[in-house]
C-alpha cells in the first residue's frame, strides 16, 4: 500500500488510500475510546475513494528514528516490547489484530524525554498476520546490525531464526534477545494464602516468659487469653512460692512436699499446653 504524506496547517499526516469498506464497530470502538497506542486518523471521501488522515505531527516513524541512531540490543527490545504492548492494548478492544498495518513506514515513535511513545496504525482491511508483518520487519532489522557487535547480532540472528517459523510470538522473540549479562532479576515467591504456617512451639535459648510475649504479638481472641492466662498462673504460684519461703525462714520447710507442689505445677502446665497443642493438630486435619 503506497504511503503519503501531507501538511495541513500546524499539523503533518500520513494518508492511506483504502477502496474497502470500513468496519463500523472497530473504528467506533476506536472513535469513543482513547486507544493511547494507535495512531489518531479522520477519514474523507475523495474522488470515491477512502482516505485516512493520520495525525503523526511530532512523531518519527521506526526508519527516521533509527537512521538518526545506532540499532543496538537495548534499544531494539524496547522498541518489540512497545510493538507487543500495543497489541495487548488493541486486544481488549476486540479490534483485528490482522487490521495493524506494521512496518518501518508506519509504526511511529514520538521522544519523550529519554525514552519513546511507540504508535501502531490501524488500517480496516486485511494486512497479514502479526507474523507475517514482523517477519518482514525483523529483516530490515537485520540490515542495520553492524559486524562490530557481534553478540547483538549473534541474538538477532537467533531470533529471526524463529520468526521463520509460522506460530512464533512477540513474547519468544523478547525472550531470545534477553541479555545473558543481566544479573539483578527480580524474584517473585508465590505464596499460597489458603496455606496454614506452622511455627516452632519453642526456640532454644529462649526464656519462657519472652516465648510468651512473642506469641502473644503472634496470636489473637482466644489464644492471647488462653497465653495470659497460663502465664498469670505461673506468676501467681512464683510470688507465692516466694512469700511461702520468706514467710517459713524459721520453720523447717519438708523439701519433698515443696518438690511435689512444683511437679503439680508443672504437670498442670503441660496438661494446658497438650490441650492447646491437639487443638491446633485437630485444626490442620480438618
Not at 511513545?117 to 490501524?122: A, D, I, Q
Not at 531464526?161 to 531470545?176: A, H, P, R, V
Request: with cysteine; hydrophobic share 35%.
Amino acid at each position: 500500500m503506497e504511503v503519503k504524506y501531507k501538511r495541513q496547517h500546524n499539523e503533518s499526516y500520513m494518508v492511506l488510500e483504502i477502496n474497502e469498506e470500513s468496519l463500523g464497530y472497530e473504528e467506533k470502538m476506536i472513535e469513543e475510546n482513547e486507544i493511547s497506542s494507535l495512531l489518531q486518523f479522520s477519514k474523507v471521501n475523495f474522488n470515491g475513494v477512502q482516505q485516512y488522515n493520520y495525525c503523526i505531527s511530532r512523531k518519527e516513524n521506526l526508519e527516521d528514528y533509527l537512521e538518526a541512531r545506532d540499532l543496538n540490543l537495548g534499544l531494539l527490545q524496547r522498541i518489540i516490547l512497545n510493538i507487543q504492548l500495543g497489541y495487548e492494548e488493541i486486544a481488549k478492544y476486540l479490534i483485528n489484530e490482522n487490521h495493524i498495518y506494521l512496518s518501518k513506514e508506519t509504526v511511529f515513535l514520538e521522544k519523550s524525554n529519554d525514552s519513546f511513545k511507540l504508535s501502531l496504525c490501524y488500517c480496516p482491511m486485511d494486512m497479514g498476520s502479526v507474523q507475517q508483518q514482523f517477519r518482514e520487519l525483523m529483516e530490515y532489522f537485520l540490515q542495520l546490525t553492524s559486524s562490530e557487535d557481534r553478540q547483538f547480532t549473534e541474538k538477532l540472528f537467533s531470533a529471526y531464526d524463529l520468526c521463520l517459523k509460522n506460530d512464533f510470538t512477540i513474547s519468544e522473540i523478547l525472550e531470545c534477545l534477553q541479555d545473558d549479562g543481566l544479573e539483578d532479576e527480580i524474584y517473585v515467591e508465590r505464596v499460597d494464602p489458603y496455606e496454614e504456617v506452622v511455627e516452632p512451639a519453642f526456640v532454644q535459648g529462649e526464656t519462657l516468659d519472652d516465648w510468651f510475649e512473642n506469641e502473644k504479638e503472634k496470636k489473637s481472641g482466644k489464644l492471647n487469653h488462653f497465653f495470659d492466662s497460663v502465664k498469670g498462673f505461673l506468676n501467681t504460684r512464683i510470688q507465692f512460692n516466694d512469700s511461702y519461703e520468706e514467710a517459713s525462714e524459721d520453720f523447717i520447710v519438708d523439701p519433698d512436699y515443696e518438690i511435689e507442689e512444683k511437679l503439680c505445677c508443672l504437670l498442670m502446665l503441660i496438661h494446658q499446653v497438650s490441650l492447646f497443642m491437639m487443638g491446633r493438630i485437630r485444626k490442620m486435619t480438618f
